[in-house]
């Protein structure tokens, strides 16, 4: 099991990233939380990590924090639950708010995730209770991005077209193409010219999961 990784980031387009451990560049996969969270290209970082083995493919999950790992851990032991889900489900909303939601039955702000039913919500908040207590979640601290230390993009790669590539990860993390374009176009009208791609995904789930 691949626990933690301590390495170079040299790339960063989420929902993935690739981290370089002695010349040997690791893919993963991360949360938009944990994207939000990155240094610039070419820094030292550290994540924790969690390693998936399928018949058809080898996955590594990355995250800034071991509490946001600790929730991936339980959530992907939930019926109906899988990696994919559980980072959709931590991409829109952060740890302290989904154990709010979970500790005040609140099924409402979790259907608005991707792939979160009625039934799920509810299954999710069943099932999780006990074990965000066992995990001492219920004082997990939020992460909050102001204004004045908003991402730091000056790594961020150059693309095209900063939208398309805003919709892609939205697409990749399970909303619908048409759901995930009329919620980038929102974000960058509001926004306004020279939004990066990072801050035009967190308004644009900020807007469907808020």
């Known amino acids: 099991m691949i626990g933690r990784l301590t390495g170079e980031l040299i790339e960063k387009q989420p929902p993935q990233l690739v981290l370089d451990v002695n010349g040997v560049g690791y893919e993963v ?3 938009m939380n944990t994207f939000y969270r990155l240094p610039e290209l070419g820094a030292k970082l550290t994540l924790f990590t969690h390693f998936v083995v399928r018949e058809d493919a080898q996955l590594l999950y990355g995250f800034y924090d071991r509490e946001e790992r600790a929730l991936f851990r339980t959530l992907i032991k939930a019926n109906g639950v899988g990696p994919k889900l559980a980072i959709t ?13 979970v500790n005040d039955g609140d099924t409402a702000s979790l259907v608005k995730l991707p792939g979160v039913g009625k039934k799920t919500a509810e299954r999710l908040i069943v099932e999780m209770k006990d074990k965000i207590k066992a995990l001492g979640l219920e004082s997990a601290g939020e992460f909050q991005l102001s204004a004045a230390d908003g991402p730091d993009m000056s790594g961020f790669e150059p693309v095209n077209d900063v939208r398309a590539e805003a919709e892609s990860a939205l697409v990749a993390l399970g909303y619908k193409p048409v759901q995930a374009s009329k919620a980038i176009a929102q974000a960058d009208k509001a926004l306004g010219a020279g939004a990066s791609c990072e801050e035009l995904i967190r308004a644009a789930l900020r807007a469907m999961v808020g």
């Open 29 to 31: 996969e991360a949360s």
């Open 89 to 101: 489900i931590l991409s829109g909303i952060s740890t302290s708010e989904f154990v709010r939601c």
